[in-house]
Nanobody, 121 residues
Framework: QLQVAESGGGLVQPGGSLRLSCSAS????????MSWHRQVPGQERTMVAE????????NYADFVKGRFTISRDRGTATIYLQMNNVEFEDTAVYYC??????????????WGQGTQVTVSS
C-alpha cells in the first residue's frame, strides 16, 4: 500500500513564498507520477501541477504558471511545490496525489490528507 503525506502549509502574505513537501512510501518511487491539487470549500478539487515518474514531463495549471514550481527528489521519494508570489486566490487545501498506479483491481490514485495554505495580509 502506498502512503502519501504532505507538509509545509501555513500562513503566508501576498507576494510571499511557501514550499510544500509530499513524501511517498510503500511502492518504488520511480513507478508513478505525482501531482499537486487544491480545493476550496464548495468547489471541486483542481490540478495545480503534475510531474511524471522520470521527472522530465511537467505540467502546470494556467493560474500558477510562472509562480509555482514542482520538483521531485528520487533519493528521498519526495515531491515539492515551491510557491512564489502567492495571491489571495491561492488560499486552499493542497493535496498531493501519487498515481495512477496499476493494481490487480485497476488503476488507483493515492491521496494525502491535505495541508492548508492561507494567503492573508
Amino acid at each position: 500500500q502506498l502512503q502519501v503525506a504532505e507538509s509545509g502549509g501555513g500562513l503566508v502574505q501576498p507576494g510571499g513564498s511557501l514550499r510544500l513537501s509530499c513524501s511517498a512510501s510503500g511502492i518504488p518511487f520511480t513507478r508513478y507520477g505525482m501531482s499537486w491539487h487544491r480545493q476550496v470549500p464548495g468547489q471541486e478539487r483542481t490540478m495545480v501541477a503534475e510531474i511524471n515518474s522520470a521527472g522530465d514531463n511537467i505540467n502546470y495549471a494556467d493560474f500558477v504558471k510562472g509562480r509555482f514550481t514542482i520538483s521531485r527528489d528520487r533519493g528521498t521519494a519526495t515531491i515539492y511545490l515551491q510557491m512564489n508570489n502567492v495571491e489571495f486566490e491561492d488560499t486552499a487545501v493542497y493535496y498531493c496525489k501519487a498515481g495512477p498506479i496499476w493494481s490487480p483491481s485497476g488503476w488507483k490514485d493515492f491521496w494525502g490528507q491535505g495541508t492548508q495554505v492561507t494567503v492573508s495580509s
